[in-house]
């Protein structure tokens, strides 16, 4: 499937948001999400969350006053938290789909002591964690119904 393309105002907007949303870290050594690597991944990935992520952009622009890409770094993060106070499923798109090409780049994976690769088939090691955090979900009753016997 491949993703539709997005107008030059939606890019920028697009592309100031991934900025604003994971901004770069010299103290980590990682790209920001707008990245041109990274950016040019999140545009190929739209597909399915094409129409959400595009009203989400102009929901920024609009909340901007016009241009979001035109304010400065405080302006975007004030006007990300707004949208952000708004939910809805245009920002979960948008939001989805910057994080998932941030984490897919191999060099922040790198920075998380992740090796870049797919996790199958060698698979990742996982730390053991505190089992009895999920007591109070154990104790719970069932909240689905049962399927018919047939």
């Known amino acids: ?14 592309r100031a948001f991934a900025g604003a949303m994971i901004p770069a870290s010299a103290t980590h050594g990682v790209p920001g999400a707008d990245d041109p690597a990274i950016f040019t991944e999140i545009v190929a990935s739209l597909e ?8 989400a952009l102009h929901r ?8 979001y890409a035109g304010l400065d770094a405080k302006g975007r993060l004030a ?26 780049d191999d060099r922040v994976m790198r920075s998380l002591g992740q090796e870049p690769r797919p996790p199958f088939p060698l698979g990742h090691a996982v730390e053991q964690g505190d089992w009895s955090l999920l007591d109070p979900v154990r104790r719970r009753a069932p ?3 049962r399927p018919p016997r047939g």
């Open 48 to 55: 399915r969350d094409h129409a959400d992520v595009v009203a």
């Open 143 to 145: 909240f689905w119904r």
């Open 79 to 104: 006007i990300a938290h707004e949208l952000r106070a708004e939910g809805g499923a245009p920002l979960a798109a948008l939001t989805r789909v910057v994080l998932l090409c941030y984490y897919r």
């Open 1 to 14: 499937m491949t993703s539709q393309p997005l107008s030059a105002r939606h890019a920028e907007t697009l």
């Open 60 to 67: 920024l622009d609009g909340l901007a006053g016009g241009s």
